[in-house]
């Protein structure tokens, strides 16, 4: 049989060249200036590494100043190095990786940072490679197989670091993630017992649900991880409460940071943790929507439907079937913009899929035409990692700009990065 080599279909992010060339130029260029001097017909992604940096400062003083914890980044939400390094520039130590490619990439980027392999369902050379090759010591499991499988792998190495995931009750976040990972609660509290038998570290995790609105549900979570604890009788080192802190969308003005921060301080202190105990938390989105937007351009209008040059198989997979809405303003940098009321307007994306399709709204001025651009914001997240190749729109660049994002989350304190 032949060997089958790995390609990646998609290209990746090409650099704007002429922003980049000029330092000056990088470090004041605003998104118009930018479809200005690009007049992009590719979708262009804007990275702000300033908002990204402040947004990250704000978050881990506020979780240090809660519970004195680590924050752990997740890498999946935005892999791209310029926005990993603005992270590590606002003070981000710990990564939360889930497979041997972000490993890798953070190894090679960060030396000296702290991963930790937080999928709860591992290959057996994943696991291999990560202890061995890449000194990850702390991994997450949600089933004795799975914790099996863990000690054959290292050679039952004596200084792992083994977190026990506990599945929630469905919960009410945007996307619900209770079905797919972690242990029932009576399973959890015999996981924790077995993992205190064969490891110097022991923890238990667990995650709400992404672009959780609710306060709230971290503190009902906490108190289910406190009976856990409790029957098993085992003393921890570590509580992990996971990912899914959110951020404002059109229409969606999550409570401030430190609302969830006082619910996850008030449910920890309940639970009379030993002193040595680390509270660890895994945000995505909330450190890394704000932080990027994407500039598309208008290829044809019909009536109130703009089909545009990138859709649900590119960077805007959540505007589809999820039906995520993302601010919106249009950009005409040649010509004078007509102070036109707003109307609703929904999109087609390129490709000739008719699922290819974001019904919005998206709230632009009553004139837009084809040749005019639109920035759509807080895209940081789980938007340019989704691209795909799919009809061969795999072309995209990425500029990076000064400007603060288009919607703000209540609670982040981004002084230091206005333009
Ligand atoms: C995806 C994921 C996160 C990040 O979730 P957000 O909702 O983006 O904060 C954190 N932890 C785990 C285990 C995840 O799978």
Not at 160 to 179: I, Q, T, W
Not at 326 to 339: E, K
Request: hydrophobic share 45%.
């Amino acid at each position: 049989m032949g060997f089958i080599r790995s390609r990646s279909a998609v290209a990746p992010l090409r650099r704007g060249i002429p922003v980049q060339a000029s330092a000056v130029a990088t470090r004041r260029t605003s998104v118009v200036q930018a479809v200005a001097m690009h007049q992009p017909e590719d979708p262009m992604h804007c990275i702000r590494p300033g908002v990204l940096k402040d947004t990250a400062r704000s978050f881990v003083a506020a979780f240090d100043q809660a519970v004195a914890g680590d924050v752990l980044y997740a890498v999946k939400c935005n892999p791209e190095p310029a926005v990993l390094r603005a992270l590590w520039d606002g003070g981000v130590r710990h990564f939360d990786v889930a497979s041997p490619g972000e490993i890798r990439l953070i190894r090679q980027m960060f030396p000296d940072a702290e991963l930790h392999y937080m999928h709860p369902v591992k290959g057996r050379q994943a696991i291999r490679a990560a202890y061995q090759q890449y000194g990850v010591r702390d991994f997450v499991l949600d089933s004795m197989e799975e914790l099996q499988k863990i000690l054959e792998e290292t050679g039952d190495a004596q200084d792992l670091g083994l977190v026990v995931r506990l599945a929630l009750p469905k919960g009410n976040a945007v996307y619900d993630l209770s079905g797919k990972f972690g242990a029932a609660f009576d399973d959890a509290v015999e996981l924790l017992r077995a993992v205190r038998m064969v490891a110097p570290k022991v923890g238990l995790s667990f995650h709400v649900g992404s672009q959780m609105l609710d306060p709230a549900a971290y503190e009902r979570a906490l108190e289910l991880a406190g009976r856990v604890i409790a029957e098993s009788g085992v003393v921890i080192d570590v509580l992990d409460v996971g990912g899914g802190f959110p951020v404002s969308y059109p229409g969606v003005t999550p409570p401030p940071l430190g609302d969830f921060m006082a619910a996850v301080a008030r449910g920890v202190a309940r639970l009379d943790l030993p002193a040595h105990c680390r509270v660890w938390c895994e945000p995505g989105r909330a450190l890394v929507a704000p932080g990027v937007s994407l500039v598309v351009q208008v290829i044809k209008r019909r009536g109130n439907e703009l089909f545009i040059n990138d859709g649900v198989y590119g960077a805007l997979s959540d505007a589809g079937v999820p039906g995520f809405r993302f601010p919106a303003r249009m950009i005409r940098p040649f010509a004078a913009m007509a102070d036109a009321p707003l109307e609703a307007f929904s999109f087609y994306g390129p490709t000739c899929d008719s699922a290819d399709k974001m019904n919005g709204p998206f709230h632009l001025p009553a004139d837009i035409r084809a040749g005019d651009w639109i920035e759509l914001g807080q895209l940081g997240a789980y938007g340019s990692c989704l691209r795909t190749a799919f009809n061969g729109f795999d072309q995209a660049r990425v500029v990076e700009v000064f400007d603060r994002p288009l919607l703000e989350t209540p609670g982040y304190d981004l002084e230091t990065c206005a333009a």
